[in-house]
């Protein structure tokens, strides 16, 4: 039960570690898009703009923090786990991103620094996802694919709370990240301190055996083989894992960060008491939480319409989008109410994809079906980044509403005194 109960914290404390450093890097998105503004010299409000925004946006930072995890999650599961080789790389990179990134605030030509630091997390994250809920697969209780969603879920929450934090102590960016080097070390030591790791032999796996897998075997203990399958193996198995559940979960994270990244920055409420760049911190504050509750919900919300969850999610999508341009929600409190529905939603995707995948997919595919449904996610990410940029443009240059209509209150207000 020792042994049991210390595997379950590590995987918790490897959700956490390892998803924290990306979601900081989107805190820190609108701090650090007006740091790269200031430093290239770009003008900060451009003339056609009707709103406060920033040229970059922070659709540009989603891009950095996750194309190079688009990369390794879609190379990893095609190469020999090596899981202490490659939790080495997790480690190493996290931290070298973390002091890059910190270390460009406030110098000359620092944009390169903070640029790459941004992708060298990247690189570390996708890496880690990839390898760790690979591994999963090798312990026999699903419930260490529960811990590790639950720690996922409290990096949103912990990454933003913190960093939201540290920037109101009025912390500098630079200092902000640099604390952040704690995580990097705590995942290191509970890898190394408290799992105890088992022996994996290797095995070919030919087509035929993937074909004659019985109910009785999916159900059965996991056996402690790394399944190398050829590559005709494993694009066989992609394509069922695309139609079955990547596809739906994909969808999701779509339209969950066109919210993030295209809307968040330009939803404002100007009689509000929080400034702008505390607005966007507070949205993303909001949606983690509503992600934690769900990820930590595995063993009590099962839902296996995964399309309905991508169907509600583009509801969520269109219902803010329309915010943004018509103003027609009025009070922050409801935007705050569907920002936490999104997050909602996108937990009970994530948690239910997965467990789906441990309790559906034969044991030998299962290695290489957890590791690449993390692909998925990064692709829908990538294009949610790409889509976010022309989109936040567009968006500012279409007049804040909720301006506009107390700009026309003020008119009639005048009249009627006149």
Not at 53 to 61: E, F, P, Q
Not at 145 to 170: D, F, K, M, Q
Not at 204 to 220: G, N, P
Not at 373 to 389: E, K, L, P, Q, R
Request: charged share 15%.
């Amino acid at each position: 039960k020792g042994e049991a109960a210390k595997l379950l914290i590590a995987f918790w404390i490897f959700g956490l570690c390892n998803n924290i450093g990306y979601v900081v890097i989107l805190m820190a998105a609108s701090d650090l898009v007006v740091e790269i503004s200031n430093q290239t010299g770009q003008v900060f409000i451009v003339k056609d703009f009707k709103r406060d925004c920033s040229v970059i946006g922070t659709g540009a930072i989603l891009l950095a923090d996750i194309v190079p995890s688009i990369v390794v999650k879609f190379i990893a599961p095609f190469l020999p786990l090596m899981i202490h080789v490659r939790f080495a790389l997790v480690i190493l990179t996290k931290t070298f991103g973390f002091i890059l990134a910190a270390f460009g605030y406030g110098h000359s030509q620092g944009y390169w620094m903070m640029i790459f630091g941004v992708i060298s997390i990247s690189f570390s994250n996708g890496l880690g996802e990839s390898s760790l809920l690979a591994y999963t697969s090798f312990f026999s209780t699903i419930n260490v694919v529960s811990t590790w969603s639950s720690g996922t879920g409290a990096a949103g929450v912990i990454g933003a709370l913190l960093y939201s934090a540290l920037r109101e102590a009025n912390f500098s960016g630079r200092n902000s990240l640099i604390v952040m080097l704690v995580w990097p070390i705590l995942m290191a030591s509970a890898f190394w301190g408290l799992v105890k790791h088992p022996y994996i032999s290797k095995a070919k796996i030919r087509i035929s055996q993937l074909e004659e897998t019985t109910e009785e075997q999916i159900r059965e203990d996991i056996p402690f083989t790394e399944d190398i399958h050829t590559t005709m193996a494993k694009l066989k198995i992609l394509q069922k894992i695309v139609q079955s559940y990547t596809a739906p979960y994909g969808l999701v994270y779509l339209f969950e960060y066109f919210i993030n990244q295209a809307l968040f920055e330009v939803m404002s409420f100007p009689d509000d008491f929080f400034a702008q760049n505390r607005q966007y911190r507070l949205y993303q504050t909001v949606y983690q939480v509503g992600v934690f509750i769900t990820r930590s919900s595995m063993n009590v919300i099962e839902v296996n319409n995964l399309w309905m969850l991508a169907f509600l999610q583009a509801i969520n999508a269109a219902i803010l989008l329309m915010e943004v341009i018509f103003g027609f929600l009025y009070f922050v409190f409801v935007v705050l109410a569907c920002i936490f529905w999104e997050g909602i939603v996108g937990g009970v995707s994530y948690v239910n994809t997965y467990r789906r995948i441990t309790t559906e997919v034969p044991p030998l595919q299962r290695e290489f079906s957890m590791s690449i449904n993390s692909f998925g996610d990064a692709v829908m990410i990538t294009m949610a980044g790409s889509i976010a940029i022309p989109v936040h443009t567009i968006l500012c240059k279409v007049e804040n509403p909720y301006e506009k209509k107390k700009r026309m209150e003020w008119l009639v207000h005048t009249n009627i005194y006149i």
